[in-house]
């Protein structure tokens, strides 16, 4: 995939600024390991002119050099539409203010869930990389987002996502 641009090697985080948040801790149960203490949430934002906005997650990451939502942990007391878009302003600059809230989309394992919420771009803007945890973020032609190495969370998400996103709707 030519358009794409390639992944960096380093398997080393950066280093850590500003205090941590309780909730950036990983959490284990009979169904795996996830991230969030309090659960973890992230957006699906999509443009009909040009498709939606994926992350290529950062290598040393969980699940590193895949393409998914940008998202994370939900901190103590957070609704997951509020911490969706939190961690999506954090990461990709999508303001919150340009969207609005199609659905959500929750998976509950019990001792942690994670919620995707859609979006419907309002207004135009450009993803912006503003912490380390990305290599890109790219709008992919809804199209294409099946040939793309996706998150494993999302890959098992996206088929239903994108039934209820309903692309040919007029807006």
Do not use: C, K
């Not at 941590?20 to 990983?26: E, N, S, Y």
């Not at 007391?77 to 302003?89: F, I, M, S």
């Amino acid at each position: 995939m030519d358009h794409f641009p390639s992944s960096s090697t380093s398997s080393t985080p950066p280093p850590r600024t500003g205090p941590r948040d309780p909730g950036d801790a990983w959490v284990e149960g009979d169904r795996g390991r996830y991230w969030g203490r309090f659960g973890a949430a992230g957006v699906l934002a999509y443009d009909p002119g040009r498709g939606v906005l994926l992350q290529h997650r950062a290598v040393w990451s969980h699940n590193g050099g895949t393409w998914g939502l940008p998202g994370g942990a939900l901190h103590e007391g957070e609704e997951a539409v509020d911490g969706a878009l939190r961690e999506a302003y954090e990461e990709a600059a999508v303001p919150s203010e340009s969207v609005e809230v199609l659905f959500t989309s929750v998976l509950d394992h019990g001792y942690w869930s994670y919620t995707t919420v859609v979006v419907r771009v309002r207004e135009s803007f450009e993803p912006v990389i503003s912490d380390p945890e990305s290599i890109a973020l790219l709008w992919i032609p809804v199209a294409e987002v099946d040939s793309l190495e996706l998150h494993p969370g999302f890959a098992a998400a996206w088929p239903e996502l994108l039934a209820r996103l309903d692309t040919d709707e007029p807006w």
